[in-house]
């Protein structure tokens, strides 16, 4: 279904770019992996994300925000989490503060920006118990005239957003576009077509050689700005797979990092079951970290999953889990820390907005620090 909406787009305007391809496979309001409730994640769906894969994951970013709470001392603390789905993190944060944090509990509102309606009502359902504390915007300024002091978390939320794929050719950096052949859609390269994309690759690939391809998600950039406007006084947690640009556009990734996700398998056909399918891209962490530095966001911390989770006190959430009855929960929560699993390709980005570097460096206490990036 979702394919014949693309064809009959690109028939209308003869091409259209690789982001809105992905736009309409992820997101068409009825159709749309995310929008239509294809997207199921944990076992039983297409892919594991850290809080389907244990609640210590949740537990563990609680720590984190009864510290922040305590720093920011404000009147109402805000948890703004950017595309939750079911609500499990929200769950699990919630459990915790209202069981051992009822002080925070009580001042504490956790608003929710999720695009799919399906998604939307399966978490009311799951945060039934803490509905008075939860509620739903997409519009960051409905939440606080004057902005909101708080933190905003985004797990795995921008990898899920639209990207132009780019491509060096002819000693050009040009962009992927598709087109129709024949009833079937065929790739094509056209000149960048926006200053933004063309600083995009002025700034990252400058020396790209000649064939290889890389991603450009510009909207991780709208993002973060539209969420700097909101912030006045806390933290924003980025935890997403992805890396700084060295890495990212390094001569090893040829293809760019995209992917496709169905039943835990991996596909580099984004053409096929679309609409059915998980489309994917690694965040380039630089980029967050460099409008962060123009806007007024402090790089924290920037470092991996795992190393993350221990700095906030994973392995003495896990250590809890030791009857012989929790070894299935033992290897789940270790699956989030370990380098073979999400510890290492996962990365976390704390930056911080209205904090002194004294605060920052009590709150964190090896940071704030400079990356080259
Ligand atoms: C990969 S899933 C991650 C879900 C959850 N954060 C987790 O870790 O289990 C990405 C989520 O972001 C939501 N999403 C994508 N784009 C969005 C947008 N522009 N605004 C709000 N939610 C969005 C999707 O609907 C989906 O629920």
């Known amino acids: 279904m979702i394919l014949e909406i693309v064809k009959k787009e690109i028939e209308k305007s003869g091409l259209i770019s690789f982001q809105r391809f992905v736009e309409l496979s992820l997101f068409h309001p009825e159709y749309g992996y995310y929008c239509s409730g294809k997207a199921r994640i944990g076992k039983t769906g297409d892919f594991y994300t850290a809080p389907s894969a244990h609640r210590s994951f949740g537990e563990t970013i609680s720590r984190l925000l009864v510290k922040a709470s305590l720093l920011l001392e404000s009147e109402k603390f805000a948890v703004v989490e950017f595309g939750a789905s079911d609500g499990q993190l929200a ?15 009580a001042r504490t509102e956790y608003i929710i920006s999720e695009i799919s309606p399906v998604a939307t009502r399966a978490a009311r359902e799951k945060l039934a118990e803490h509905c008075e504390k939860v509620w739903w915007t997409n519009d960051l300024k409905k939440i606080e005239d004057g902005g909101f002091c708080g933190v905003v978390i985004a797990n795995e939320f921008l990898d899920s957003l639209p990207f132009h794929r780019l491509k060096s050719d002819g000693g050009e950096i040009r962009e992927i576009f598709l087109s129709l052949r024949d009833g079937e859609i065929e790739e094509v390269l056209r000149d960048l077509q926006t200053e933004a994309l063309c600083q995009f690759s002025k700034r990252y690939l400058g ?51 995209w992917r496709c996700f169905y039943r835990h398998k991996l596909s580099s056909n984004p053409y096929i079951r679309v609409g059915e399918q998980d489309i994917t891209a690694d965040v380039n962490f630089s980029e967050l970290i460099r409008i962060g530095d123009a806007l007024n966001l402090a790089t924290v911390k920037y470092t991996t999953q795992g190393q993350f989770l221990i700095d ?26 370990m380098p073979e699993f999400m510890g290492t390709k996962f990365k976390a980005l704390l930056q911080a907005k209205g904090l002194s570097d004294e605060e920052l460096l009590e709150f964190y206490e090896d940071g704030p620090f400079r990356i080259a990036l």
């Open 207 to 257: 020396q790209y050689m000649e064939g290889r391809e890389a991603e450009a998600c510009l909207l991780a950039e709208k993002w973060l700005v539209e969420v700097e406007k909101s912030l006045q006084k806390g933290f924003v947690l980025t935890i997403d797979y992805g890396s700084l640009a060295s890495e990212l556009y390094s001569p090893e990734k040829r293809k760019g990092t």
């Open 91 to 105: 769950l699990d944060i919630l459990t915790v503060l209202c069981e051992n944090h009822p002080e925070l509990y």
């Open 312 to 337: 906030w006190g994973i392995l003495e959430i896990f250590r809890m889990y030791d009857k012989p009855q929790d070894q299935k929960d033992r290897l789940a929560a270790k699956t989030l820390f």
